[in-house]
Structures are given as C-alpha cells and as structure tokens.
C-alpha cells in the first residue's frame, strides 16, 4: 500500500526559505522508473506542477520556478525533500506530493497516489 | 508548456442526470507509435487531495465506478458522469502527461442543481 505524507511549516515569511518533506511508504526510490512529484495548489485555484525527482537523480522542475527549487531525497528514510527560496506571499497554497506512475519515459508524468497535502501560508 | 482548458468552469447538474465535461488541449497529446492519449482526469473533494479517476484518456482507475468514463483523442477530450451521485460533488481536473511539464486544466466544479 503505498502512502505519502507532506511535513514542514505551515507559515512562513516573505523571502525566507521553505523546506517540506515528503515521507512515503509502500516503494523505494532506489527501484528501477520510481518517481516522486510535488504539486502546489492556491486557495481556490488549480494545480499547479513543481518538481520530480526519479530514482536515477534526474530532476526536473517547473521553468517558471526552477532557479527557486531543489529537489533531494533520503532513501535510507523514504523521504523526498523540497526547498522553495525567497518565499512570497503568492506563493500560499496547499503543497502536495505524490508518487508518479510509470507510463513511459521520465517526461511522462502521471500522479497515482497523493500525500493530504499541507497548507503553507506566507505572511509577515 | 501545453495548454488544456476545461469546459464549463461550473456545472449543475441534477442528481441521476448526466454530467459531461470538456478539456481541451492547445497541441496533441496522442502518441502514434502506441495509440495513446496522454490525458488524465482527477477528482477532488473539499479538503482531499485529487484522486485519480482515469488515464490515457478512457481507462479507469481501479475501484473507480463504472458510471465515470473519458473518450476523446488528440486535443478534445470528455469526462462523463453518466448518473450523477450526491457523492460526486467535486472539482475535476484534467492533465496531459505527454510531456514536461506536465499540466492540468483550471478545473470544473461540479454541483447538484
């Protein structure tokens, strides 16, 4: 059974530095074509991708946000953490992670399992 | 980045009546050389997170139940409620896993008239 759980701060301030941590069971991220995603979702609003980090190291981040993201993981503790830099009030929103279906090749990304989320509010 | 927008934003709909649901996707995301669409549809209640409900555009997801059903091809896709279920008040989004980034529509929320 695999599950994903969302961890961090809850509120932020502007320009300082978030750091969530997905904590997930049910596969590894040493297995051949696994992959772990975060989204983001505003009050309200749509789905909005940010980043994926598969099993092989390979990354990738949304273009619009990527000089402001990493993506890391800690296998031996079946976590994938993100850090999202000069935080700003726009970027409140609920952020989830989730384990990414292997359909084809890493740029083929299909969310299968979803973390509740956590909402992540940025406010002075 | 492709482009998918939903059709209608909100939708009424009365319980056992049909619900369809329209995405549309601003370049193809078929794939020839395996005959796939690579859309997906998901659910999303009040303070849940989205669950997957169908992939490669018409297959359901497992335990999904069998009055939901996608078809189209290529950049116009349906979602379809045949009955509509109280249960099935929620927001549904589309996205394209064709390639990255992978996007999702602005989402249609649906609701008993």
Partial sequence: QITLKESGPTLVKPTQTLTLTCTFSGFSLTTYGVGVGWIRQPPGKALEWLAVDYWNDDNRYSPSLKSRFTITKDTSKNQVVLTLTNMDPVDTATYYCAHIRRVGGNSNVLFDYWGQGILVTVSS | ?113
């Fill in chain 2, 1 to 113: 980045d492709i482009v998918l927008t939903q059709s209608p934003d909100s939708l009424p709909v009365s319980l056992g009546e049909r619900a369809t649901i329209n995405c549309k996707s601003s370049q193809s995301v078929f794939y020839s050389s395996n005959n796939k669409n690579y859309l997906a549809w998901y659910q999303q209640k009040p303070g849940q997170p989205p669950k997957l409900l169908i992939y490669w555009a018409s297959s359901r997801e497992s335990g999904v139940p069998d009055r939901f059903s996608g078809s189209g091809s290529g950049t116009d896709f349906t979602l379809t409620i045949s009955s509509l279920q109280a249960e099935d008040v929620a927001v549904y989004f589309c996205q394209q896993y064709y390639t990255t980034p992978p996007t999702f529509g602005q989402g249609t929320r649906v609701e008993i008239k």
